[in-house]
């Protein structure tokens, strides 16, 4: 880490960075590669504050080395992103210049040095072209000869992971410094940001993205960290796909990634308890009994409001949904423990176990429904709604609770010879299993008359997610899969 010598120098860095970009400037628009001012005048002095920024995270840091670093990385990402190969070495000998100049003469010559080790590095990269960026020994096999966006950025995702978490280092170095060993973490977040990516880039489906980059801004917020990292992050990762893919292929990542930048600037999340709800006393009284840790309260409050009238299914739709919606959004918060969510959710089985008796409907209508969360989906309550739905409409009912692999899946619907299939997904990544399951279905001419709904968060963000997947519908609630269910089937019939 800094001695005190350049600890000094990297605040005099600071202290004088707007001075030491302006006379840089200067230097650089009188020099022979002066050209117009506007927009490349702005990323000229953006590019040089960078530098500034590096030179003392790195005196701060490990030293010349770390700054020879940034520089040979900046160089490779300069020359991938089009810039001409000489610009970035002019662009040091400038700031360089005003050293003298802006710091006392001690100081000067620290920072001098390491400039120098800067400077050599960039000299010793070789010119780097998108395509020989593509060779950087830094992941896995280039994207060529993927048939679709997706599978390339599949394939290319642990380079593009490396890159980004470098590219976003450089351009805050700040960062870098703050990460130190948690650097792998940084590089796990990436990849889990890509997968994400890869989901909805293959739906084509860029809302996808935003929702989770909602979500992990909202996370990472509450870890302490600053909500200007992910904005970073994301662009730095939105710059290295224009490298690391083919221009076609990167257009629909982009795309996606662009849209969740819009969108993180707003991260409202209000309360799912909604004082204007029906049941909105119930439903707060119920969270707090249960927040209090008190189940038997809990159930009482239910079973006293049945008593006194209120329909079951609303109990389903006005208290127990918005609490588990609520649970969710206090989680996200770290305003509640796994723990403590892992308690409510198990409070609100129990509950539903105990109104089990009062949903079975005693009108039977002779149709058979299987109910699943998909493979991978640990989300049982959604499907287990949609089962008590169709159990209150005189269905026979066949709930399988949490991700219930595929072929056993199959067999399920075979052995009740169910009518409906209804499958619940929760994250984008539940989706490539909800389309394996449907093209296993549709694959079966056993199961020719089959009808497949499909439901959970994701469809209910986009409106023909289903159709897309395959299914034969979707609806937002376990209400609407009743009727649509009762809709599918009498337009077969008739
Ligand atoms: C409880 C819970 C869990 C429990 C589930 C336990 C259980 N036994 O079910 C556990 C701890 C396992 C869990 C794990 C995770 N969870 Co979780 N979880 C929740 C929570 C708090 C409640 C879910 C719930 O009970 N909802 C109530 C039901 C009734 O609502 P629903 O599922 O939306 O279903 C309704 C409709 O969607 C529709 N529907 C549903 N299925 C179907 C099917 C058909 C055919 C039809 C027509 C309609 C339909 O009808 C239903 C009734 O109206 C939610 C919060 C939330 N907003 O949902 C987070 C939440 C979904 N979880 C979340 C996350 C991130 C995770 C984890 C990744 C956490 C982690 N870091 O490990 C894992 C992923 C696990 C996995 N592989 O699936 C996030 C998702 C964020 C995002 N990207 O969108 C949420 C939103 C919490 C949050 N705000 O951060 N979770």
């Not at 940084?186 to 980059?213: I, K």
Request: some cysteine; charged content about 20%; glycine content about 8%.
């Amino acid at each position: 880490m800094g001695t005190p010598e350049r600890d000094r120098t990297a605040e005099q860095l600071l202290t004088s960075w707007e001075p030491l970009v302006d006379a840089a400037v200067g230097r650089l628009a009188a020099g022979p590669r002066a050209s117009g001012a506007g927009g490349d005048l702005a990323r000229r002095r953006q590019e040089i504050g960078e530098h500034i920024d590096a030179l003392a995270a790195a005196l701060r840091g490990l030293g010349p080395e770390q700054f020879g670093e940034y520089c040979a990385l900046r160089a490779v990402f300069s020359a991938g992103l089009g810039a001409p190969p000489e610009a970035l070495g002019a662009a040091l000998d400038a700031l360089g210049e005003g050293l003298g100049a802006l710091l006392d003469p001690a100081s000067a010559q620290i920072a001098l040095e390491a400039l120098g080790a800067g400077r050599r590095r960039v000299g010793a990269v070789p010119l780097v072209t998108p395509a020989a960026l593509m060779e950087l020994p830094v992941g896995a096999s280039p994207p060529g000869g993927a048939a679709s966006a997706a599978e390339a950025l599949a394939r290319a995702a642990p380079r593009i992971a490396r890159m980004t978490v470098a590219l976003s280092y450089m351009r805050r170095p700040a960062d870098a410094l703050a990460h130190g060993r948690r650097r792998a973490r940084c590089l796990e977040d990436a990849e889990r940001h890509l997968t994400q990516l890869v989901a909805a880039v293959d739906l084509g489906e860029p809302a996808l993205f935003g929702e989770y980059s909602d979500w992990a801004q909202t996370l990472l917020t509450k870890l302490g960290l600053d909500p200007a990292e992910l904005v970073n992050h994301l662009g730095a990762l939105r710059d290295v796909l224009a490298i690391a893919l083919p221009p076609d292929l990167a257009e629909a990542p982009r795309r996606c990634v662009t849209a969740a930048l819009d969108r993180l600037t707003s991260t409202e999340c209000p309360s799912f308890l909604d004082p204007g709800a029906p049941l909105a006393a119930l439903a707060r009284a119920y969270f707090d009994a249960v927040r209090a840790g008190d189940r038997a309260r809990a159930l009482s409050l239910v079973l006293a409001s049945i008593d006194a009238g209120t329909a079951v299914h609303h109990i389903y739709t006005h208290v127990i949904q918005p609490c588990q919606y609520e649970v969710g959004r206090l989680y996200h918060l770290k305003q509640l423990t796994v723990a403590e969510e892992h308690y409510f959710t198990a409070v609100t089985q129990m509950v539903l176990s105990q109104l089990y008796p009062l949903i079975v409907n005693p009108a039977r209508v002779d149709r058979r429904v299987v109910a699943t969360a998909v493979e991978g989906n640990l989300h049982e309550i959604g499907a287990r709604f949609v089962a008590d739905f169709f159990e209150m409409a005189g269905w026979d009912t066949f709930y399988l609770g949490a991700s219930t692999p595929t072929e056993h899946v199959l067999l399920e619907v075979a052995r009740r010879k169910a009518d409906v299939l209804a499958v619940s997904a929760m994250l984008s990544d539940h989706l490539p299993g909800v389309r394996a399951l449907i093209h296993a279905v549709r694959d079966d001419d056993a199961f020719r008359d089959v009808i497949v709904l499909v439901g959970g968060q994701p469809f209910r963000i986009i409106d023909d997610l289903w159709r897309r997947l395959g299914a034969d519908g979707s609806a937002p609630s376990a209400e609407g899969a009743v009727d649509l269910a009762e809709r599918l089937l009498a337009a077969r019939a008739a």
